[in-house]
T-cell receptor, first 116, second 114 residues
Framework: ETGVTQTPRHLVMGMTNKKSLKCEQH?????MYWYKQSAKKPLELMFV???????ENNSVPSRFSPECPNSSHLFLHLHTLQPEDSALYLC???????????????FGNGTRLTVT | GQQVMQIPQYQHVQEGEDFTTYCNSS?????IQWYKQRPGGHPVFLIQ?????EVKKQKRLTFQFGEAKKNSSLHITATQTTDVGTYFC??????????????FGAGTQVVVTP
């Protein structure tokens, strides 16, 4: 059972819509991530927040806008998406640096996004 | 940039047989992690390897980190139907700005035939 909860589980949106994905973690972690998972491709890191500050924006188009109001919540705001943005969007959390090594990621169940 | 490649992409295994999946990085890694994703599920952390040549076991799973810290392997013995899923390796580069930036491989999808 995951300590990271994502909503909604499924989302279908048109290219002109605006929607938001929500992620909440109950593990006491202070780093949160957005990953994109497309078929037959490696997981793509989109954004990393550590202690509520964005530490990585991996060349993600501006139609994706993250928000991290506190260490337990993470949002991904979507607007004017393209069909190629259809994918599984995974949120993850981990302990933030206390070590140079990445802590293990705890993933949510993901939001399956379809852009029509 | 850093690339992590996994082979094979697909692995069909007869129940009871052994198999190995390999992970190769284009750059030296500080550590590597392995994850398993069941069909329809999300990636679940399995293990982290940090030391050169490190070997760790979890029941029927044996994980190894290469001496040069550029490759890793996962060996499963006596495969069971519960081993079905996609196994991902994820490496962290040895550079100072690499925290939070795991590079995932494309995964090995394992299908087990009873």
């Amino acid at each position: 059972e995951t300590g990271v909860t994502q909503t909604p589980r499924h989302l279908v949106m048109g290219m002109t819509n605006k929607k938001s994905l929500k992620c909440e973690q109950h593990l006491g972690h202070n780093a949160m991530y957005w990953y994109k998972q497309s078929a037959k491709k490696p997981l793509e890191l989109m954004f990393v927040y550590s202690l509520e500050e964005r530490v990585e924006n991996n060349s993600v188009p501006s139609r994706f806008s993250p928000e991290c109001p506190n260490s337990s919540h993470l949002f991904l705001h979507l607007h004017t998406l393209q069909p190629e943005d259809s994918a599984l969007y995974l949120c993850a959390s981990s302990q933030s640096p206390g070590s140079i090594y990445n802590s293990p990621l705890h993933f949510g169940n993901g939001t399956r996004l379809t852009v029509t | 940039g850093q690339q992590v490649m996994q082979i094979p992409q697909y692995q069909h295994v007869q129940e009871g047989e052994d198999f190995t999946t390999y992970c190769n990085s284009s750059t030296t890694l500080s550590n590597i992690q392995w994850y398993k994703q069941r069909p329809g599920g999300h990636p679940v952390f399995l293990i982290q390897l940090v030391k050169s040549g490190e070997v760790k076991k979890q029941k029927r799973l044996t994980f190894q980190f290469g001496e040069a810290k550029k490759n890793s392997s996962l060996h499963i013995t006596a495969t069971q139907t519960t081993d079905v899923g996609t196994y991902f390796c994820a490496g962290q580069a040895i550079t100072t700005d690499s925290w939070g930036k795991l590079q995932f491989g494309a995964g090995t999808q394992v299908v087990v035939t009873p």
